[in-house]
């Protein structure tokens, strides 16, 4: 009998740990997710209602950027640029797509040689970023995020 009392405490001492419950932290919960995010991807790029009827990520990726390099390239083929001697640069547009899928240019880097010869590349490029048509931002787990990401423009006068 006292074996069986023993045993008794003995088991009731040790399973009251069972039954402590663990404090959880909601910071440390959120620190510890937010560490597990990948924050150099989305889950969704921006995109055009024209690039909506494509299912994977890469395509609809592909289709955002030939979409944007398409309207930058013609609406400065529509420009009547002259210059004095050929051009070959290719510049580099630094763009921001905020949550609500307004655009903006944040930097302009070309070639001083192009910057001299069109002295208005800047205001030409960021002109023909604003009529574009409505872009829908990037998603990251089912939110709409800030992106920001570099548009290579080829730019050949002869």
């Not at 009998?1 to 663990?22: A, D, G, P, T």
């Not at 937010?34 to 995109?47: A, M």
């Not at 994977?56 to 309207?71: D, G, P």
């Amino acid at each position: 009998m006292k074996r069986l009392l023993y045993l008794f405490c003995v088991v009731v001492l040790y399973s009251c740990n069972y039954f402590e419950n663990k404090k959880i932290y909601s910071e440390d919960l959120l620190n510890e997710e937010l560490q597990t995010i990948d924050w150099n991807s989305v889950d969704e790029y921006p995109s055009f209602s024209l690039c909506d009827s494509l299912s994977a990520k890469v395509e609809r990726k592909t289709c955002f950027t030939t979409t944007l390099l398409k309207h930058v390239n013609q609406y400065l083929a529509l420009q009547k640029i002259v210059v004095s001697q050929d051009i070959e640069d290719t510049i580099a547009l630094k763009l921001a797509i905020d949550k609500k899928g307004v655009i903006k240019i944040l930097d302009v880097k070309a070639k001083t040689e192009t910057r001299s010869a069109i002295p208005k590349i800047d205001s030409l490029l960021r002109y023909s970023i604003t009529t574009l048509p409505k872009i829908f931002p990037a998603i990251k787990r089912g939110q709409q995020v800030d992106t920001e990401f570099v548009l290579p423009v080829a730019i050949l006068i002869e």
